[in-house]
């Protein structure tokens, strides 16, 4: 059984076995949660996921997939970097979307994580709807069979918050 539980605050802050980082496919740095890590926990993060552009993943990572690092200075073991789609109203990405947290905790139960943080992916510059993307993230979660005994999403601020906690009910 995995516990869901909801805090609002910075990811980067957080003790956890995993922290879910919501990256970009170049796994190169970039802004919002993604600055934030690489800022926080240090140059080893980035060091790795330049290891792996260099070996399996020259082309980058592919939307939807998901791939661990050390997590550098971070109070973590491990930082899965995964890569959300961008919102579209033209088209439904949201089996996308859904593979980012599937596939992260698939990760999270290769390394043997059993407290994984996760953000809103895709809820930021990439521009999901907050409460499409709470819904998704909640739903997928609880529909995954996973060894992780706790999932906490860190929301960063209230809104987030509340469209997680109006999901979670
Ligand atoms: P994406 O490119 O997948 O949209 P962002 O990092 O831009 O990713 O945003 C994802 C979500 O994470 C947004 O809801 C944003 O407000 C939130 N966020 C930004 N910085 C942090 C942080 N340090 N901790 C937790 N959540 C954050």
Redo the contacts with the bound molecule.
């Keep these: 059984m995995t516990t869901i539980t909801l805090v609002r605050?910075?990811?980067?802050r957080q003790t956890a076995d995993a922290i879910v980082n919501?990256a970009?496919s170049s796994l190169l740095g970039?802004?919002?949660?993604?600055g934030?890590i690489h800022r926080r926990g240090g140059p080893a993060i980035l060091e790795d996921c330049r290891k792996l552009r260099a070996s399996h993943y020259g082309k980058g990572l592919p939307t939807g997939q998901a791939v661990a690092t050390t997590a550098g200075d971070l109070d973590a073991r491990w930082v899965i970097h995964t890569v959300?789609p961008v919102w579209s109203a033209a088209e439904d990405r949201s089996g996308l979307l859904a593979s980012c947290y599937r596939e992260s905790l698939r990760v999270a139960e290769e390394v043997g994580a059993r407290t994984v943080a996760f953000?809103?992916?895709?809820?930021?510059?990439?521009?999901?709807p907050?409460d499409d993307g709470a819904r998704i993230a909640v739903e997928t979660v609880r529909a995954t069979d996973t060894t992780v005994e706790e999932v906490r999403f860190?929301?960063?601020?209230e809104r987030?918050y509340e469209a997680f906690d109006s999901v979670i009910r």
């Design positions: 605050g910075d990811i980067t919501a970009n970039g802004g919002g949660v993604d934030a959300g953000p809103a992916v895709s809820t930021g510059v990439y521009g999901w907050m860190v929301l960063f601020d987030a």
